[in-house]
């Protein structure tokens, strides 16, 4: 038998009271992980942005468009082999309005050049390029709209007005994470050739974005773009698509600020609940307490069977906590988030130093949450713990 | 800090000597004296009885002999070691190695086994594991416990239990054991067993027994009865 050995058997005295404390000890933990798991798939756009590819937008916001122009202009820069350019459409499905899903216009032949991990059968490919309605939809996406290729379509448009009827003529998947399945594409001269665009409107994109040669010479062929334009009436900003990813995300920084206070809280409050249950067992031992001090236990012994005693209740909950985070996130719910986000999270997973992290956590702070139970336990006087009756 | 053993008129060593001792605690605004100018000496080896109504300050001499407080005035020797001077943390370590205490309610660990807690006082010490669970099956063995090593707390009559708590107070082997009411919580049969057993304890091992109790036919037991009444010896 060790010190160690009785903290761990302390934990058995109350069986309910200790089953109940560390159930809340594994759903704090496992709210805790997957709140920073939607926080770190989140970022992960910026880790799974494809490194040879660089985006320029306008220099104030990437609201305001750039002439169509420049997409030549881009072309024609040293070091870029292809450019794709596009315009934020976003519409909604007639009859579905209020599932959200990405959808621009582009130019479908430079689009699948530039994005060669996009994969579509050569049969639906031609399709799409010969037809100006036509659409390519992300297999995720299909799926969550139950859509398949041939389908009619109306997406109901917000920034440009009207009903804009597509046929679905691919559906696409992806070799790598870099892009979502969950975005509609559809022609971009579709959209600059309607009525609806009126002549300022007319000849603009979104934004520019081009393949380089050499991937580790992107901030330099940033600089030279935007260089470029730098005297012309519209100057750009160019950055490789990580960078642009993350100007993207940090609108919800916010959102992201609020997600990380919330999991603090959640931690904050497993404390408090493992707190105030190592407070009353140690209340209820102090006659027990008194007879250890009196048989020559010293006060950091009865210090240490508090501390022993959270650490393990923290983890053993955290060590289930985790456990069950890591199945759920990574055997089922990731994948749902994945499909179902809109292209939110290209990749909602749960990383191994999470996971590890949140085992840390949970035995810390649940040691940190006894500290001033056992800082009482270690001070108490061995006559008066004597006299008291348990 | 050790001073030399003393003997009295007979020529036996002095184990433990109270010299004009007293002890007051404060209780909000006033001082309540439980002993005042106690002197006592009891001779090694033995077996002492300390009888007086409730709140006479038994309890309290019996704490300051054991060394869990400090008097108020005047100094206990135990051994040749004057426990005002040493400090709270030399005082637990002199207890662990000097002194074996039986309680009137047992005061076991419930989660423990009767050889885990027999073992308890052992895990102060540097012994190897299994150097401790041997000592402690010996002294469960010299209370009659050997059958029920393996059994907790509850799985124990309480006789059975004080017999645990008596086999912990001697695991270390200590000089002296103080027993405040052992037998308090037990029914007759049991309590003569308790007490044939801290007889034991005196004749066979030499150990110097300190009992306080209100029975008095436990106390009778005793080689010597003495008697307290508003902290002071009759």
Redo the contacts between chains.
Sequence with gaps: MTLGAIAVKNIGRNLFRTVLTMLGVVVAIMAFLLLRTVISSWMMGIELAAKDRVATRHKVTFIMTLPLRYVEDVKAVPGIKDVAYFNWFGAKLAGKEDQFFGNMATDPESFLRVYDEIVVPEDQKKNWFENRQGALVGANLAKQLGLKVGDKITLKGTIFPGDWPMTVEGIYTTTRKSIDQSSLWFHWKYLNESPVLTPPMKDKVGWITSKITDKSKSAEITKRIDAMFDTRDTQTLSMDEGSMNASFMSMFATLLKAIDLVSIVVLIIMMLILGNTIAMGTRERTHEYGVLRAIGFMPKHLAFFVLGEAAVIGLIGGALGVGFAYFLVNNGLGQVIEEGSGGMFLYFRMKESDALAGLVIATVAAATAAAIPAYRASKLDVIDALRRVG | MAEATATNGNGKPIVIRVENVGKSYVRGRETVEVLSGLNLEIEKGAYEALMGPSGSGKSTLL?LI?G??KPTKGRIVVDGVDLGSLSE?DR??W???NVG?V?QSY?L????TAL?NT???L??TNLP?AE?KKRAQTALRVVGLEERMGHRPDQLSGGQQQRVSIA?AIVTDPRLIVADEPTGDLDRQSADEILLLLEKLNTELGKTILMVTHDPAAAERAHRIRRLNKGALQ
């Design positions: 704490n054991a869990l407080d943390g637990a370590k207890r662990a190695s205490f309680f005061n660990l419930p989660v423990l885990e073992e308890l006082p895990l102060l594991s401790r912990r």
